[in-house]
Every structure is written in structure tokens, then in C-alpha cells.
């Protein structure tokens, strides 16, 4: 019952999060006096595959592709089954490229509050209010380690990340290293078979209500209201990034998808992208439309 407490308490965190300053900055290209190297491994790529062996239609994905640069998209870096299978840059940027977190700073705080409160044993202790500065304190309780150094060892260096920059707790990497984190966000914790965050612990962080729109309330939102069209998945998560900046995730299909936005316009229609990336893969189950509850266990 105690656990159980806690994660309460963390849902109410998170919702506090939503509206912390510490969100507010988005500059993409990573020069700062201030910023914090976060320590990774060798950096090796993600496992690449051709997309027709990962279920895809060639040419429905390709016009997928054609609809994010009609859009005028930074990036468009497509996933599945932990495969890489679009790797797409335009105009000032390209894979060295570190792109501010925005709403994924959040999720990986919240990412190292899990490990972090994992090393006191079976019962957590009770989380903070949510502030920041609260929960890199409990990690530092807990762990003896600042924000980017406990971030670097049992984060960043398990992904296989390169560096990146952590200002407060504000973090900016390279687009194919958020794919990392989606990955984890996927599979429970887990990267390429290793278990990196407590299993459950992503699973606690889901909102509750399906189908609407909650910011804050978890590590994911619904799609807003305004979207012409619901998700063709209909377990469909997304994070917000600056502006235009999405980082879809699809559970079901064991599909990640990530734009990042060049010009600084926000995105109008949460949906069109990610559905047409969904509809071109050849082996998508029809939508049964069952409860989210069934799709993802304990949730």
C-alpha cells in the first residue's frame, strides 16, 4: 500500500510539473555557458533496417515522408521494432544536432525518480510536491549524485546515448538518442533487453482517461480536441517538444516517431503525420477498440 501511495503522490508531481517554469526554454542548437555534459557510451547507432521488412509499404511511407517536409520538419526519424527505418533531416539541421527536450526533459526526470526511488528497497518513499529542485533532490537522497552525473550513469550510458547537455533539468541530445528514451517508453523500461527502469514504473506514469486531452497528468497526452481525426491506433501517446516538435509513440505496434520542427511553428493536426506512418504499415491489426486497459497490463 505504501508503493502504491507513492506513485499517487508522483501522479500529483507530475501535474505540478506541467506548469514549472523550468519547461519554458526551447532553443535547439545546444551552445550554453551554463549547461552540464551528460556522459554517454560509445554512441553507436541505433539498428537500422530497410522498411519493407518491418511491415511498411514502401510507397505509403514515402509519402509520409514527402507530408513531414511538405511541413517543413527539421527531422523526421521513424522506429519500429527498435529499428531504425527513417532518418530524415532538412534545412540547419542534421544528426549531431541537439535538440531541447522540452515536455521529454520531464519525461526523464521522471524516468530517474523511478531508478532513483528503486534503490530504497521495495517500499518508496513518499514523493515530493513535484517541483524540480524536489526530485533532483530525492535522486540526490538517494543516489549521492547531482541531476546530469546520476542521469549520465544510469541513463544516458545504458541507452548508449552520446553526450548531451543538461541545463537545470532541462536536457538537449541528438534526435536519434530521444528515440533511445522512446524505446524505453515502448518496452516497459526496457533497451535492447536490458532492463534500465523499474518495470511498471513507465506504466504508472500513463494518464488515466482515455481519450482526453490531460497535460501534466503523465509522462503522455492525448490528442487534442482540435485534431481532424482520432489515432489510427487507438493506444497512441505523444510528447509534446518545443513548437512543432512531437514524439509519437505507439505501443501496439512497437512504433516510435519523432518530427522535430525547424522553423519554430507549432503544430496544428496532432494526427495526420503520425496516422499516415500508422496506415502504411502492411501489418496493422484492424482497431478492435478495446480499452487501453487491455492493451497495456496494470494500466
Excluded at 549524485?145 to 548508449?160: A, G, I
Excluded at 492525448?222 to 481532424?228: E, F, G, I, L, Y
Aim: hydrophobic letters at 45%; a positive charge; charged letters at 20%.
Amino acid at each position: 500500500m505504501r508503493r502504491r501511495s507513492a506513485w499517487a503522490t508522483l501522479a500529483v508531481g507530475v501535474a505540478i510539473l506541467a506548469a514549472a517554469g523550468a519547461w519554458h526554454r526551447h532553443t535547439m542548437h545546444a551552445t550554453d555557458r551554463d549547461a552540464v555534459l551528460i556522459a554517454g557510451g560509445d554512441a553507436g547507432g541505433l539498428p537500422r533496417a530497410d522498411p519493407g521488412p518491418e511491415g511498411f509499404d514502401a510507397r505509403a511511407l514515402h509519402a509520409a515522408v514527402e507530408m513531414a517536409r511538405a511541413q517543413q520538419a527539421g527531422a523526421l526519424l521513424i522506429t519500429r521494432h527498435g529499428h531504425l527505418v527513417v532518418e530524415s533531416y532538412g534545412g540547419s539541421l542534421d544528426a549531431d544536432t541537439l535538440i531541447d527536450g522540452g515536455e521529454f526533459s520531464r519525461t526523464l526526470l521522471m524516468l530517474a525518480v523511478g531508478v532513483a526511488l528503486a534503490k530504497d528497497g521495495p517500499l518508496a518513499p513518499a514523493v515530493p510536491s513535484g517541483d524540480p529542485a524536489q526530485l533532483t533532490a530525492l535522486i540526490f537522497k538517494a543516489s549521492g549524485r547531482r541531476y546530469p552525473q546520476f542521469l549520465s550513469r544510469n541513463l544516458w550510458q545504458p541507452l548508449n546515448a552520446a553526450p548531451a547537455q543538461c541545463s537545470g533539468v532541462g536536457v538537449r541530445a541528438r534526435p536519434a538518442d530521444w528515440l533511445r528514451v522512446a524505446e524505453l517508453l515502448l518496452h516497459d523500461g526496457r533497451f535492447e533487453g536490458t532492463q534500465v527502469v523499474p518495470r511498471g514504473w513507465v506504466q504508472q506514469l500513463r494518464p488515466t482517461a482515455k481519450g482526453v486531452e490531460q497535460p501534466g497528468s503523465g509522462i503522455y497526452s492525448r490528442p487534442v480536441s482540435t485534431s481532424a481525426e482520432g489515432y489510427a491506433s487507438d493506444d497512441t501517446f505523444f510528447l509534446r517538444g518545443p513548437a512543432g516538435t512531437r514524439l509519437w509513440l505507439v505501443p501496439r505496434l512497437d512504433l516510435s516517431i519523432l518530427l522535430v520542427s525547424s522553423s519554430g511553428a507549432s503544430l496544428t493536426d496532432e494526427t495526420r503525420l503520425p496516422n499516415a506512418v500508422v496506415r502504411a504499415l502492411r501489418d496493422r491489426p484492424a482497431s478492435t477498440g478495446v480499452e487501453l486497459r487491455d492493451l497495456v497490463p496494470n494500466h
